[in-house]
């Protein structure tokens, strides 16, 4: 089993930045996907950014350029970087993690809907 504890949410103005770490707790070793996912009220889970054990990363367009996913294997912690926040970023944000089977490739975007170990979510809200 995997636990992942995110942290970091709150609220701040548009334009602003917030750091989510996410800590990572039981049997776990680098071959993982890890990923950020946000759920918008009344809207599905969506993947915004991801890692794979190579530490090649993937970002929805609406976050390019503005969110960076990066991890720190010997401290087990999973981070984002959300800079020039926009209104339209407030959600419940989750971490999560899925064994990387097929190292090298396009996995862990190939099962973005189906990672297997999540969060409790944390809330970020961004005013105008």
């Known amino acids: 089993q995997v636990q992942l504890v995110e942290s970091g949410g709150g609220s701040v103005q548009a334009g602003g930045s917030l750091r989510l770490t996410c800590t990572v707790s039981?049997?776990?070793?680098?071959?993982?996907?890890m990923a950020w996912f946000r759920q918008l009220p009344g809207h599905k889970r969506a993947g915004v950014a991801i890692i794979d054990s190579d530490g090649l990363t993937n970002y929805a367009d609406s976050v390019k350029g503005r969110f960076t996913i990066s991890q720190d294997n010997a401290k087990k912690t999973l981070y984002l970087q959300m800079n020039n926040l926009k209104p339209e970023d407030s959600a419940i944000y989750y971490c999560?993690?899925?064994?990387?089977?097929?190292?090298?490739?396009?996995?862990?975007?190939?099962?973005?809907?189906?990672?297997?170990?999540w969060g409790q979510g944390t809330q970020v809200t961004v005013s105008s």
């Open positions: 039981g049997y776990y070793n680098r071959n993982f996907c």
């Open positions: 999560a993690a899925e064994a990387e089977l097929e190292l090298g490739g396009t996995y862990c975007i190939r099962h973005l809907d189906n990672y297997t170990y």
